[in-house]
């Protein structure tokens, strides 16, 4: 690398816990850094789940580097083997490192990227190709330059769609004022929407049984909730899981009492519905699969999330064509043969792209994936970093250190199981029961599943998309 180039920051894109984990080792590294977030605080997809608990205690939740920067700052490290919600995730982790004097002045928050390019070179241009800055645009037309990318933004703003084939449902794009993506706050901020409502949940991961929860607990409350739950399956069995025999008390928790909301018909479980058809009359929605049709006034569409890679049209990346993860990293995390405890560790090498110094990280790394953790996310954003300042051994000496138990669902999922935000969300925190135990969910996509124990009143957990994955 010309010193031109290397006096260039790096430019990291999202705040959240892989981006700003990415930030404190880039420090360590004594590389220079640029975070670039389109919220307006740290986390900020952090904060909009931040009702959630985590199925991940404290311990699989903080990266290394970022604790050792926080540490020499005096902070209080919350107890290891509590589980937080994704408000305290935000407000007792995330918010001090990124107030952390080291990492503070090199946040750029408001700040949306549109693309990201080569300076004068389109991705047909060979000819000193690696020795080009990188141009990343921001939205409002600002043009930055880097000597390498980081790119650590999540799925959180791409929900997969409805439509049981991957497209939009007839209809679907013309009904987004009744439907609500995952994780709604239904018990408090969200209540309104939801109270005395008849309401639709489509999907069949840890979200939507998070959501399923907490909308039973909603409809004791309110008389006239009525909820209706629709998956793509046979049977919810997978979501169900182990309920008794699970190595995790809470997950099997959670799986016996949602069996117990079908049996008991505090729900309505619809299975094999393939949404066709989403029409609306101003009033109401209505889904179809084409023989059947539910009728509702709100839809929670939990059916996991997807990455966009639009903004890096121009440059040089080799997607897996199922997955849209790096080709190497799609038969270690393919969810059709691996749940999150059976991935192997890895880093820049199967992270890379043939566009030199552009790496995908955390839940995006992942594509549709949903058996992304945090934890590896971290680990990712170590080696990444070893390898941009060119320590490859220290780089390629990939290790990550899981519960012995795994940390997710066992079974290969479904297709409306993925999310991509990859994470371990878990159950609505004024869900949880008053007094002693409460049921762990997951969140989905991506953000997720983790260890976990039985869960009491001042501990939660997180689901597909969040938690140790996230």
């Not at 080009?132 to 933004?153: E, K, M, N, W, Y």
Request: proline fraction near 7%; charge should be negative; aromatic fraction near 4%.
């Amino acid at each position: 690398m010309s010193s031109q180039l290397s006096a260039l920051p790096v430019v990291v894109i999202g705040a959240g816990p892989v981006g700003l984990a990415a930030a404190a080792h880039l420090t360590e590294r004594d590389l220079p850094f640029l975070v670039l977030e389109a919220g307006d605080t740290p986390a900020a997809a952090v904060r909009q789940w931040g009702h959630v608990r985590l199925f991940s205690p404290w311990r699989y939740n903080i990266d290394q580097a970022a604790a050792r920067l926080l540490n020499e700052a005096g902070w209080v490290r919350p107890d290891d083997d509590k589980l937080p919600t994704g408000a305290q995730l935000a407000a007792d982790y995330l918010q001090p490192l990124a107030d952390l004097p080291a990492l503070k002045p090199h946040i750029r928050y408001g700040a949306r990227v549109a693309a990201v390019t080569r300076l004068g070179l389109d991705r047909v241009r060979s000819l000193g190709r690696e020795n080009t800055p990188f141009l990343v645009r921001l939205a409002d037309g600002t043009d930055l330059h880097a000597q390498a990318v980081i790119d650590a933004s999540g799925t959180w703003s791409t929900p997969n769609v409805l439509g049981a084939f991957g497209i939009p449902a007839h209809g679907e794009t013309s009904a987004t004022a009744y439907v609500d993506s995952a994780l709604p706050d239904v018990l408090d901020r969200d209540r309104d929407r939801y109270a005395g409502k008849r309401i639709l949940v489509v999907g069949a991961g840890h979200s939507a049984a998070n959501t399923i929860l907490a909308l039973a607990a909603l409809a004791e409350q309110a008389p006239g909730t009525e909820v209706t739950w629709a998956v793509r399956s046979s049977a919810p069995t997978r979501t169900y899981g182990g309920e008794s025999a699970d190595a995790l008390p809470a997950r099997g928790a959670l799986g016996t009492r949602l069996r117990e909301l079908v049996e008991t018909g505090a729900i309505t479980l619809l299975t094999r519905f393939l949404v066709q058809r989403v029409t609306t009359d101003g009033h109401t929605v209505r889904v179809s699969d084409g023989d059947r049709t539910i009728t509702a006034d709100r839809i929670v569409s939990a059916t996991g999330f997807r990455p966009d890679h639009t903004i890096t049209g121009e440059l040089r990346l080799d997607l897996d064509p199922i997955l849209g993860s790096t080709r190497t990293l799609a038969p270690l995390i393919d969810p059709n043969e691996h749940s999150c405890g059976t991935v192997p560790p890895h880093g820049a090498d199967e992270l890379t792209h043939p566009e030199p110094g552009y790496f995908a990280i955390g839940v995006k790394s992942y594509g549709r994936a949903p058996t992304f953790l945090l934890a590896t996310g971290y680990e990712q954003a170590r080696s990444v970093t070893a390898a941009l300042a060119g320590d490859w051994e220290a780089a390629r000496d990939v290790q990550l250190d899981l519960p012995e138990t795994g940390v997710c669902n066992s079974n290969p999922v479904e297709a409306e199981d993925t999310i991509g935000a990859g994470g371990c969300c878990g159950e609505s925190a004024s869900a949880v029961e008053p007094a002693g135990r409460g049921l762990a969910t997951g969140i989905a996509g991506g953000l997720l599943t983790v260890p976990v124990q039985l869960i009491t009143l001042d501990e939660k957990p997180a689901g597909d998309q969040a938690g140790t994955c996230c």
